[in-house]
């Protein structure tokens, strides 16, 4: 990551007899959850959950060409993308960041806890998110949610479908998917997946391209015996990306209100970059209810760029004040993650229960270098509007910095589900982590040691057959490199999560719904505090945060030949004196998306996706000569998006979706000082065939 200026469980391999081993969930309507062991390693269904889970499914992907993750999470109960830059996200949950992403419940935080590049869908089943402290299978984190994505896997049977899409700003997308059996007799199966996409953009001067594909393999090695392998490869390349965004006030304090077009990026920037990742798993049966699961992921993320950023607060009258900061910059991300898990039943007291006993070990290496020129601080021309991206492309060789760290993770953990009697069952477990780094980044010392025990415990009592009510406490532990004012690294941020709720399914497990009051407390959390000119560093001070609110969902299908899935989130955060705390936080939310088959025509199909956030601002570091602060403001504002879809009987379908309709103008993000606007009205068409 460059350095800015100090001011700056799929339902896979159905199975073609029951002894092999195979963990399998059903879907019983197209947006409801199957079964998932995200929380505890047990795998349960999201009634027996004593947590909030929100599922987006390969279907509702499709209805609504989610093709990127930003997509996916801004229809998640609860989630807030907060999109910095074109290529760069933060993501939050609860009031604070989530770091964890997860492949097949595999991975650790994200090294700088920003997500980097667009994350395509292609390759994924589904993608789950638990809200709420994941210390028990994550070990490290914060407090506030796990996306897991779960992998598409082969199936039985041979299938397939490919798709074309077209769209604004000249976007084209193409994707295949094929599976099937590999062996006449099908103990091999295989999956393939490819995808491409080019495309314009409604901002100034940006382009890029998406290149994915990812093949997997199982076999059948016995009748006990399943292994899978699979890899996937993603390539963005993106030319004239924002790194840093526009300036969201004037040296008066008065709001910038630019055209939604409005880039910084000059036009010999670029920003590409390629992810690389493998798997291996392997599970076998042991006696009747035993399985012993080991999986390896690996991972290696790289990063080239050539970068423009501009700093500085321009002036009302004239635009003059903005600077120029290019850079180049180079990352490696390289990492290891290494599950051995045994699970199974055993009976005590006259029941039967549930154990998960495992251990993890995780490792990621991470290089970068930025080099810079002499031309940093050279003045724009003025104003900003008027700018086409043209700057003197610099030779970067007037000094560089750097990083090169190690993050190491080790840790046992043990779950069980005591079966107490038929309506009640208790959930207790515990992680223990051991987590070291090593090395230095951009001049600071990476160096930490810290130990930890994650406890969870967990309650699930059914009221009837459709209702129960459940309650829960987790704790997870993350460590810290940042230094305070002192030169000292903070210590590690510790969280936890306390939540109580009811869910309920109906009409056969189609319709589910849950509801949740939750208290989250994080402790320590770094934040910036100011820039130390004798040792020419920033430095941090630990903050302590807690938030409270509710959480509000249902999935499923209420009525027959309908798909719904919608929530609503509140939250409050105050920091340790109880004023209000990241205000950039919305603090009410709203997600919904749905879709009707049209019964009067068959085939027919038309769906909405709403999102509703109220308002929310950031106070500035400007501090105008009154002595008041600058506080930039984005006012409520809701997005709807709209489909029409049409499947033919000979295979084919169509697919219009129409994003933004009211062509709402919002900023994308008051995470950092700096921001950009949302997308405007954008059109697409999807024409598919199933074979």
Do not use: C
């Amino acid at each position: 990551m460059t350095a800015l200026p100090a001011y700056a469980e799929p339902a896979a391999a159905a199975a073609t007899d029951l002894d092999r081993v195979v963990v399998s969930g059903t879907r019983v309507t197209p947006y409801t959850a199957g079964e998932s062991s995200a929380s505890t390693g047990l795998v349960l269904t999201p009634r027996e959950t004593p947590q909030s889970i929100s599922v987006v499914t390969r279907e509702q992907i499709e209805d609504f060409e989610l093709d990127n993750i930003n997509e996916v999470l801004a229809l998640t109960t609860g989630v807030n993308v907060e999109r910095v830059e074109t290529g760069r996200t933060y993501y939050t949950a609860r009031g604070f960041d989530i770091t964890n992403f997860q492949r097949d419940g595999l991975g650790m935080p994200l090294p700088y806890g920003i997500q980097n590049g667009d994350v395509d869908t292609a390759t994924f089943d589904r993608i789950e998110v638990l809200r709420g402290a994941n210390g028990l299978m994550s070990a490290t984190g914060n407090p506030s949610a796990t996306v897991n994505f779960v992998r598409k896997r082969p199936t039985a049977s041979a299938q397939g479908r490919a798709s074309l899409t077209l769209g604004s700003w000249d976007r084209v997308r193409a994707e295949v998917d094929a599976s099937g059996p590999l062996t006449q007799d099908g103990a091999a199966r295989g999956r393939a997946v490819l995808a491409g996409e080019s495309s314009a953009s409604y901002l100034d001067r940006f382009e890029h391209t998406k290149a994915i594909g990812y093949g997997v393999i199982e076999a059948d090695l016995g009748e006990r015996t399943l292994f899978t392998a699979g890899v996937s490869h993603q390539r963005n390349d993106a030319d004239s990306p924002l790194w840093g965004a526009l300036p969201l006030y004037y040296t008066d304090g008065t709001p910038t209100d630019y055209d939604v077009s409005t880039s910084t990026a000059s036009d010999w920037s670029y920003w590409d970059t390629e992810d690389t990742r493998a798997f291996v798993e392997i599970a076998h049966g042991i006696g009747a209810d035993w399985e012993l699961r080991a999986a390896y992921n690996f991972e290696h993320a790289t990063e080239e760029t050539q970068i423009f950023y501009v700093y500085g607060t321009p002036d009302r009258e004239t635009g003059a004040g903005l600077f120029a900061y290019p850079s180049d910059y180079e990352g490696d991300w390289r990492a290891h993650h290494l599950d051995v898990r045994a699970a199974g039943g055993f009976t005590l007291g006259g029941h039967e229960h549930d154990l998960v006993i495992g251990a993890s070990w995780s490792q990621g290496d991470m290089v970068e270098t930025s080099w810079y020129g002499n031309d940093i601080g050279t003045p724009l021309p003025a104003p900003l509007e008027q700018w086409n991206g043209a700057y003197p492309k610099p030779t970067f060789n007037a000094s560089s910095d750097g990083s090169d760290f190690t993050f190491k993770r080790e840790s046992v953990y043990a779950t069980a589900r005591w079966n107490l009697n038929d309506t009640f069952k208790l959930i207790t477990g515990a992680n223990y982590a051991r987590v070291r780094s090593s090395g230095i980044g951009y001049g600071e010392p990476k160096d930490t040691k810290e130990d930890a025990t994650n406890p969870f415990v967990g309650a699930v009592w059914d009221l009837s057959d459709s209702v129960s009510l459940y309650a829960s406490y987790g704790e997870i532990f993350a460590q810290q490199t940042e230094l305070d004012i002192d030169g000292r690294t903070l210590p590690s941020i510790e969280g936890d999560n306390a939540e109580i709720g009811a869910k309920g399914e109906w009409f056969g497990g189609r319709l589910n719904a849950s509801a949740a009051v939750f208290r989250v407390h994080q402790d320590n959390l770094a934040e910036y505090a100011g820039y130390d000119l004798v040792n020419f560093r920033s430095y941090y001070a630990g903050e302590d945060a807690v938030s409270e609110g509710y959480e509000l969902e249902v999935s499923g299908s209420p009525a027959e030949g309908v798909a719904l899935s919608a929530g609503f989130a509140h939250v409050d955060i105050e920091d340790r004196d109880g004023n209000t705390a990241r205000t950039y936080v919305p603090r009410n939310t709203l997600h919904a998306a749905a879709v009707w088959n049209v019964s009067q025509l068959q085939g027919l199909r038309l769906g909405a996706i709403a999102r509703w956030q109220d308002d929310i601002y950031r106070e500035q570091s400007l501090v105008l000569p009154n002595g008041a602060p600058v506080i930039t403001r984005q006012d409520t504002y809701a997005t709807l998006g709209l489909m029409a879809g049409y499947r033919f009987q000979s295979g084919w379908d169509a697919t219009l979706n129409v994003d933004n309709v009211t062509d709402e103008k919002h900023l994308a993000s008051l995470y950092w000082e700096q921001g950009f606007y949302a997308p405007p009205r954008s059109v697409s068409l999807t024409l598919g065939y199933r074979f």
